[in-house]
Each structure stands twice: as structure tokens, then as C-alpha cells.
């Protein structure tokens, strides 16, 4: 690594804990200004922490397509936590022109990481051919991963599909594996 690199890798970092510490002392706009400084310089915490702040509106306007634009940064970078919430504004945001198929492509990078929500979220998006062909094993798998993990809606919801054979024959003995 280069000298350069280095010294703006101190400064992005610097930065950051600049704005993690106003943040904590609830300076979002000083908060903001440290996170976009370090979040230019490639900083993916920092695009992250832009993210959530335009999605909440704190230390700027709330602005849903200025936070998917930071989200998408750090989920390039590999961020789980961004890809999640990339994908949620892709399913849900009214801000953000729906796009089923980018929120499943995102909440796979989410789910492959371990990610529990990713993968309940995978799983509907199979069990009800959201931005897929509908694939009830598929569904299943990603429902199942996530309850491994003690994912509570995704153990109930197993629970349901397998008690009730929900698009598929009722499964008693595997309904009654999840509380």
C-alpha cells in the first residue's frame, strides 16, 4: 500500500469517528458532514451511516433516493447491512421506482452473507414470485436459513406454510419443528 493510500485511509477513518462521535452526541449535521467526507473517500461504514441518515432524516432532508444512492455504494463494496436496506427500498419505497428484481438481486447478496432479514425477505419474495418465478422450495430453503438463526417471523412462518400446506401438502410433522 502507498504512503498515499495510507494517509487517506487515516483521514477517511478519522473522519468517520468524527461523525460516529457527533452522531452519539446527537450533532447529526456535524455528524453528517464528518460521514460524507469519509464516505467520498470510498469509506463504506460512512456511505452506509449517509444511507440511514437521508433515510431518517437526520442532519439533512429525509430523501429516500439520496439513501439508496449511499446504500448502493457500501452494497457494492460488500456491506450486508446496505444491501439489505438497498433492497428494502427497492421492494417497498414509493420514493424509489419499485424494481422487484434489483430488491431480490440484493437481498441474495444480504441472505449468502448470513444475513437473517435477507433471507426471510428471499424467501417471501419466492413464496409469492415478487421479482422471481414463484419457487416454493426455494422459498422454503431461504425461510428455513433464516430460523436456523432464530429469525422468529420466519419460524412462524414455516410453522403456517407446513401446518396449512400452504402451495404445497401439509407437512405436520415439519410444522410442528417451529414454534
Known sequence: ????????????????????????????SVAF??????AEMGYCNAQYNLGLMYRAGKGVEKDLQKAAYWYEKAAEQGLSEAQFNLAYIFQNSKAVKEDLE??????????????AKARFELGSM???GQGVDKNIEEALYWYEQAAKQGYLEAQTTLASLYHYGYNMESDFESSAIWP
Open 102 to 115: 434489483k430488491a431480490v438481486y440484493w437481498y441474495r447478496k444480504a441472505a449468502e452473507q448470513g444475513e
Open 1 to 28: 500500500m502507498s504512503e498515499e493510500k495510507k494517509e487517506l485511509d487515516n483521514i477517511s477513518d478519522r473522519e468517520f469517528s468524527l461523525g460516529v462521535k457527533a452522531y452519539g452526541m446527537e450533532d447529526y
Open 126 to 128: 419466492y413464496e409469492y
Open 33 to 38: 458532514a464528518h460521514f460524507l467526507k469519509s
